[in-house]
């Protein structure tokens, strides 16, 4: 009888490896088929300078502002909720708001009229929240326009906004002729004895960003002549004594707002929502 030789070790090994080379379970090819099913993140605005913090846009919280108005659930007109204001507005806004709501001894505090409307009486149709702006030179501020018809008139207003931990948050809500909700209460915050420190004068030539303007007083208002422009743009003075603003054709609000009362530097707000440096030509 014919005997089987023993396998040598240097067969078995041979075998071991080839084995195992064999059995070797495939590659995931499904790559692409996985992405595809996780959930997107909304859409967000990245802040520079804020490590890997991204913000919502600045309009969603406009937009939810509008929509807890409008469901009466606003924080507005209320001394119960302080974390509702804080929600939406930057401190030294909510801090004026709260101060207002909780201190007043009239009927009415400060806001003597819907502050998302600017009007006592509202008749709201063509609503719309427009797209965030981030400011260009500081990506840490941002503008809103809302614009709307209240009784057929056409209305804009600009939320001026600040970059929070969470969210942004709103600083201030300016109007056309009516100022600002920020002016409307820092006004019923100084005592009614205070005198007016406004010193300047909103006159003379001014660099806007990268082009130039000069301003001339006309009666109560003020003309702004551009050295690309056609004819005067009107600036008219606000409830806010460093604002002026000049509506334009399109419902929007052009608008100057200096720093202090010499009127020497400011920022212009541009309806579309694009700010300016302002400083005077000496």
Same mark, same amino acid.
């Given at each position: 009888?014919?005997?089987?030789?023993?396998?040598?070790?240097?067969?078995?090994?041979?075998?071991?490896?080839?084995?195992?080379?064999?059995?070797?379970?495939?590659?995931?090819?499904?790559?692409?088929?996985?992405?595809?099913?996780?959930?997107?993140?909304?859409?967000?605005?990245?802040?520079?300078?804020?490590?890997?913090?991204?913000?919502?846009?600045?309009?969603?919280?406009?937009?939810?502002?509008?929509?807890?108005?409008?469901?009466?659930?606003?924080?507005?007109?209320?001394?119960?909720?302080?974390?509702?204001?804080?929600?939406?507005?930057?401190?030294?806004?909510?801090?004026?708001?709260?101060?207002?709501?909780?201190?007043? *001894?009239? $009927?009415?505090? @400060?806001?003597? &009229? =819907?502050?998302?409307?600017?009007?006592?009486?509202?008749?709201?149709? %063509?609503?719309?929240?427009?797209?965030?702006?981030?400011?260009?030179?500081?990506?840490?501020?941002?503008?809103?326009?809302?614009?709307?018809?209240?009784?057929?008139?056409?209305?804009?207003?600009?939320?001026?906004?600040?970059?929070?931990?969470?969210?942004?948050?709103?600083?201030?809500?300016?109007?056309?002729?009516?100022?600002?909700?920020?002016?409307?209460?820092?006004?019923?915050?100084?005592?009614?004895?205070?005198?007016?420190?406004?010193?300047?004068?909103?006159?003379?030539?001014?660099?806007?960003?990268?082009?130039?303007?000069?301003?001339?007083?006309?009666?109560?208002?003020?003309?702004?002549?551009?050295?690309?422009?056609?004819?005067?743009?009107?600036?008219?003075? *606000?409830? $806010?004594?460093? @604002?002026?603003? &000049? =509506?334009?054709?399109?419902?929007?609000?052009?608008?100057?707002?200096? %720093?202090?009362?010499?009127?020497?530097?400011?920022?212009?707000?541009?309806?579309?929502?694009?700010?300016?440096?302002?400083?005077?030509?000496?």
């Amino acid at each position: 009888m014919r005997m089987t030789r023993p396998l040598t070790p240097l067969l078995l090994l041979i075998l071991v490896v080839g084995g195992c080379s064999l059995f070797k379970p495939a590659a995931n090819t499904n790559t692409a088929a996985n992405a595809s099913n996780i959930t997107p993140t909304p859409s967000s605005t990245p802040l520079s300078g804020v490590g890997k913090i991204d913000l919502p846009a600045p309009e969603t919280v406009v937009q939810a502002l509008y929509k807890a108005h409008d469901a009466q659930k606003s924080p507005f007109f209320q001394s119960k909720d302080r974390a509702l204001i804080d929600k939406f507005f930057s401190k030294q806004l909510a801090d004026l708001i709260w101060k207002d709501a909780t201190t007043h *001894t009239s $009927d009415v505090g @400060a806001i003597d &009229a =819907d502050p998302l409307y600017d009007a006592q009486d509202v008749e709201i149709k %063509d609503f719309k929240i427009g797209t965030g702006k981030i400011d260009e030179k500081d990506g840490k501020k941002a503008t809103v326009n809302v614009t709307f018809t209240n009784f057929g008139e056409p209305k804009t207003l600009r939320f001026e906004m600040s970059a929070g931990t969470e969210s942004w948050k709103i600083d201030n809500i300016v109007y056309g002729q009516s100022g600002s909700l920020l002016k409307w209460l820092k006004e019923a915050d100084k005592p009614a004895d205070t005198p007016s420190n406004v010193t300047g004068e909103f006159e003379g030539k001014y660099n806007v960003g990268t082009t130039s303007c000069t301003v001339k007083k006309v009666g109560q208002n003020y003309a702004i002549r551009w050295p690309k422009g056609k004819g005067v743009e009107i600036f008219k003075p *606000t409830l $806010d004594a460093l @604002a002026f603003n &000049a =509506d334009t054709k399109d419902g929007g609000v052009n608008s100057f707002s200096f %720093d202090d009362e010499n009127y020497n530097t400011g920022t212009f707000y541009r309806a579309d929502g694009t700010t300016f440096p302002v400083s005077r030509v000496k």
